[in-house]
Each structure stands twice: as C-alpha cells, then as structure tokens.
C-alpha cells in the first residue's frame, strides 16, 4: 500500500486548497478513504470520510460546508477540496486507506495564515 498526498501550501485566511492522495499497491475502487490532519501539539483528527461508492460522506464538524471529499476510481486519486480556510485549519494534512488496519500517507503540510 503506498499514499502520497500533494498540493498542500500556505495561503492567507479565506482562501482554497486542493489536496491530492495517489493511490497504489491495493484495490482502490473498493477502500474507504479517509483524510486526517493532526495541527501542532494537538492529536489527529479525522477531517472527512468517503466509501468506495462515492455515497455517505462524512464531515468533521469544524470542516462541514467548507471541505469537500472526493474521489476518482479510474486514477486512484483521493481529493479533498478546501475552501474558506481558517488559521484553525492549519495541520499537516493525511490520507488514509482503510482496509483492517489503517495505512497512511506521509502527509501534506497546509498552513492558513495572514
């Protein structure tokens, strides 16, 4: 299993990002994924959730209207869309595939700040 997550950045308060995770090593299409931050001194967080399907996604409360989850089956890519940052958001930013155990992603770092 190997995740590796881009496009993460430093963009003032308000602003967008979109995060990726390419995907390789297990059946994609058929995995729950999953995007983590974990912020300075603070534990990790799951930020959002999508199953296989695409359907009944989950958002963290502190990110619901602002990020969106999402995924291509056909490219083995996770997204995660996010708009309306905060400084609150800063965090280095994982995915992780959910398959029995969890496996992770090296992870992004997106800081929020003016």
């Known amino acids: 299993v190997q995740l590796v997550e881009s496009g993460g950045g430093f963009v003032q308060p308000g602003g967008s990002l979109k995060l990726s995770c390419a995907a390789s090593?297990?059946?994609?299409?058929?995995?729950?994924m999953r995007w983590y931050r974990q912020a300075p001194g603070k534990e990790r967080e799951v930020v959002a959730t999508i199953p296989s399907t695409g359907s009944s996604r989950y958002y963290a409360d502190s990110v619901k209207g602002r990020f969106t989850i999402s995924r291509d089956n056909a490219k083995n890519t996770l997204y995660l869309q996010m708009n309306s940052l905060k400084p609150e958001d800063t965090a280095v930013y994982l995915c992780?595939?959910?398959?029995?155990?969890?496996?992770w992603g090296k992870g992004t770092l997106v800081t929020v700040s003016s």
């Open positions: 090593g297990f059946t994609f299409s058929s995995t729950t």
């Open positions: 992780a595939a959910l398959r029995g155990g969890t496996y």
